[in-house]
């Protein structure tokens, strides 16, 4: 890496066998896809190849390989790989093709922004900067933007960024959880009602699109919409205009799409739960959040700011200390739940004075001081009624912290593991605080 961008080795991949035999194709931004989709890098007609088949990435050490949830599989000789890294130039099979992939000693550099933030996103590690660079081009422009990444990671952060430079900033921008509502409700919330459509329907409702005419719509947790749903909102993207549920005519609208998911879209294609007809729509432009893990030299920058925001929401001090000490420990954490369980165990540092422990350290039992003990401390001082409402408030922080950190932030298996439906757990985060909309 230098200060003007990310260096990374180039590859190229050449059919040896199969119905594609001569076929070839160079990485590009040091990635390459093998598949029979129509945007693989190499695309192949071989009907024992999946539409997205093998991923390969350049890195520091080599390029490493995933297979995409294949139907065939990926062979390395007699090895069938799920993932790996390669030094070295080798010859794949997949299906009935086999490719020969070449590490070339040539270079290039994928471009870094100069910035240490964009939106309300921070970090300066290369990982982020070439977040912003990918964001600051997708911006001015009407392409539909894909965000990948972790549950945690900011990607609604992204999403905002987006459309907060772009020249529908004035316009509204509107959010859609397409995990957080019943399938039946979906289609209502993105294209809206006519009365008396459906059972509960009283009156005539604009739906999400309606409402971000002019702006633009973040689908987020795209991966969990229903199959079923997906052509209408194909139809919808294609044709520039909507019906209500229920509806006899459509309505047109000018709406950027931004999306965003924890999935593998590739994946969900080839294993026929995700459409690669919309997958094709709204992929144009992607980008992948980064994992707090992958960063963990930006926590001098995030934690500082947190904390100050922390307290400003939650009306603490602003003095609180940050010593060089809880730095070093946070850097040893590997953050499943990146930077939302970071926000909420700075938050718990901030209200309760003492060090909440990692979810590794509860097996240990803890210490009274920083686990059970530190619920209670200081509730003495309270009259009952009161000491019992802060009481009930912590321990819910406490336990749905622990619940998401374990389950890597997906909230519908947090439900699950809590015996309530994922309704419950969204409204009790978003009561306690620890459910932000920008940190999603």
Known sequence: MNDLGFVVRTFQAEVLEGPDKGASARSIEGRLIIGTADDATLHLTDGTVSRYHVELEASDEGVVLRDLGSTNGTALGAVMLREGRL??????????????LTLNG????????????????????????????????????TA????????????????????????????????????????????SELFGHERGSFTGATSDREGAFERADGGTIFLDELGEMPLEVQPKLLRAL???????????????????????????????VNAGRFRAD????????????????????????????????????????VDVPIPDELTAMLAQHTWPGNVRELRNYLEQYVILEATPPFTADDA????DESGEGALVRGLEALPLRAAKAELTDRFERWYLSRLLADTRGNVAEAARRAGVDRGTVFRT????????????
Do not use: W
């Open 87 to 100: 030094t070295e130039s080798a010859v794949l099979k997949l299906g009935r093709t086999k490719v020969r």
């Open 278 to 317: 919309l997958y094709y729509r709204l992929a144009v432009i992607q980008v992948r959040m980064p994992a707090l893990r992958e960063r963990l030299d930006d926590l001098d920058v995030l934690v500082p700011a947190l904390v100050k925001r922390i307290c400003a929401e939650r009306r603490v001090a």
């Open 144 to 187: 539909p933007v894909l965000v990948l990444g972790e549950s945690g990671t900011g990607k609604e952060l992204a999403a905002r960024a987006v459309h907060q430079t772009s020249e529908r900033a004035e316009k509204p921008f509107e959010v859609v959880d397409c995990g957080g509502l019943p399938p039946t409700l979906i289609e």
């Open 106 to 141: 040539a270079r290039t550099t994928l471009p870094l922004s100069t910035a240490v933030s964009y939106g309300a996103m921070l970090g300066a590690s290369a990982a982020m900067r070439q977040v912003y660079a990918t964001l600051a081009r997708a911006a001015p422009t």
């Open 238 to 268: 294609g044709e520039g205009e909507v019906r209500r549920v229920g509806g006899r005519r459509s309505k047109k609208i000018d709406v950027r799409v931004v999306a965003a998911t924890n999935r593998d879209l590739r994946r969900e």
């Open 429 to 440: 985060m978003r009561r306690i605080g620890l459910r932000e909309p920008d940190e999603r």
């Open 364 to 367: 240990d039992g803890g210490g």
